[in-house]
């Protein structure tokens, strides 16, 4: 019974998120909106419910499960993915550059705004 509801609450969640994706016609998916929402709760919360925990860790075991669409993907449209390959790996070491750069500067901040209440 708490794997039932740990999946109903991680699905009631995604649900919200469809629900302000669309209601409000925000350009954000409705599943991260979900992860928000699911985020919020619980930060008010406080901790992770047992049953959420039990969903969560048995979705964590058959992660790599997913990627098996995303390599079948790769090999059906391989030559679309030649086609633009050099635009491709430039657009990825760009984007990955700048998350970098920006994780980097944001975790400085916190950790000079960290330093400070600490000094205190």
């Known amino acids: 019974m708490p794997l039932i509801m740990g999946m109903s609450v991680l699905l009631g969640c995604q649900f919200l998120g469809e629900l302000l994706s669309r209601g409000l016609a ?3 998916p409705g599943p991260v909106l979900g992860m928000v929402v699911l ?4 930060l008010i919360l406080g901790r992770v419910p047992d049953s959420l925990r039990l969903a969560g860790e048995g979705l964590l075991r058959y992660l790599t499960l997913l990627f098996v669409p995303a390599g079948v993907g790769l090999m059906v449209h391989f030559e679309l993915i030649k086609a633009d390959f050099w635009v491709l790996g430039i657009t990825l070491v760009l984007s990955t550059a700048v998350t970098l750069a920006v994780t ?7 950790a000079k705004r960290y330093a400070k209440g600490v000094g205190k």
Do not use: N, S
Request: aromatic fraction near 0%; charge should be positive; hydrophobic fraction near 65%.
């Open 26 to 28: 925000i350009p954000v």
């Open 39 to 42: 985020l919020v709760v619980l």
């Open 104 to 110: 980097g500067k944001v975790l400085d901040r916190l």
